[in-house]
Each structure stands twice: as structure tokens, then as C-alpha cells.
């Protein structure tokens, strides 16, 4: 570890804490939002049934979406699809809200919602960590050691991700309605 810190390209690349807080923030502003700007008009609440394999490969396809779209623009298109779902997120719960329907949030969102995000912001670190990295490595300012060190750990978030991923689906399937 000591080597890391030894190492100047180290200081070039963004916290991992900083990225995961700034990230839930996004999410918060996008629930702000939606709750407060959405048009209640247009909005029909009209659940589907869905199996949690289905459920998995949609999570699963988006995250992807995250860590490519991230590699891509360098973390732009994660920030925004943790923005678009915070958006929705608030709009959901205005709509509850308006037609006193708050117990399927709480039963409905909330227990898979508590490990989905997680979920959904470690694939969001990878595709802005990886577009980070690539944008360094371009102009030669991160070691090889460095980009080592997060493919790494790119690896086990996105290993980490996708069993949450997998737990949520299955909860949000069995346990959870929406």
C-alpha cells in the first residue's frame, strides 16, 4: 500500500468514497425533482408483472449501459441514468403520495430500491472510473500500477454489483411490489 501512496499518478484519479457520495447525491437532487416538477396529469400508475429473471437482465442491461456509457463520455451518460432514475423515483412517490397509496412504497420500492441502487452506483463508478482512467492514461498521467489497481477493482464492483443486482431482482420479484 505504501507503494501507492508513493506513486504521483495516485493523486490524479478520483476517491472511490467521493465518486459513490457524489452519486447519491445525484440521485437525491433527481428525486427532488421529479417530485417537485412533475406533471401529475399524464402519470397513470399501471403495474406489470414481471419474473425476476426479467427484472435481472433489464437491471443487468442498464448497468452495463453504465459502465459503457461511462467509459465512453467519461462518466457523463452514468451520471445521467442515476439522475433519470432519481427523477422517476420522485415522481413515483408524488404520484403515491397524491392517491394515498405511500404503504407500496414502502412495501412496493423500498426493500428492493435499498440494494438495487447500491448496485447500480458500484456499475457507475466502473464507467466513470474507467472513462477517468482512459482520459489519464491518454495523457500520461497515471501509472501502469494505478490502472492495475482499478481494473481490480472495477472487477470486484462490478462482481459485487451484479450478485446485489441478482438479491434485488429476486426481492423485488418474491417480495416487493410495484
Known amino acids: 500500500m505504501k507503494k501507492i501512496h508513493k506513486d504521483k499518478s495516485y493523486k490524479n484519479v478520483i476517491p472511490v468514497k467521493l465518486l459513490f457520495f457524489i452519486y447519491i447525491l445525484v ?6 425533482l421529479g417530485y417537485l416538477f412533475i406533471n401529475v396529469e399524464n402519470i397513470a400508475l399501471n403495474p406489470t408483472e ?16 453504465l459502465v ?26 408524488k404520484v403515491l403520495e397524491l392517491n394515498n397509496s405511500m404503504f407500496s412504497f414502502f412495501h412496493g420500492l ?9 448496485a447500480l ?6 464507467g466513470t472510473f474507467s472513462g477517468h482512467i482512459l482520459l ?34 429476486l426481492i423485488e420479484d418474491y417480495i416487493s411490489f410495484v
Request: aromatic share 14%; with cysteine; glycine share 8%.
Open 136 to 169: 489519464m492514461f491518454l495523457r500520461n498521467k497515471v501509472s501502469h500500477h494505478i490502472i492495475s489497481l482499478y481494473i481490480k477493482i472495477g472487477v470486484a464492483f462490478f462482481i459485487f454489483g451484479t450478485v446485489l443486482l441478482f438479491v434485488a431482482s
Open 27 to 32: 440521485f437525491i437532487v433527481g428525486i427532488i
Open 68 to 93: 459503457i456509457g461511462g467509459l465512453l463520455t467519461f462518466g457523463v451518460i452514468s451520471f445521467l441514468i442515476i439522475f433519470i432514475n432519481g427523477l422517476v423515483i420522485g415522481e413515483l412517490i
Open 110 to 118: 423500498l426493500p428492493h430500491l435499498i440494494i438495487e441502487l447500491p
Open 50 to 65: 414481471v419474473d425476476f429473471r426479467s427484472i435481472f437482465v433489464n437491471n443487468f442491461t442498464l448497468s452495463v449501459t
Open 121 to 126: 452506483i458500484l456499475f457507475a463508478i466502473c
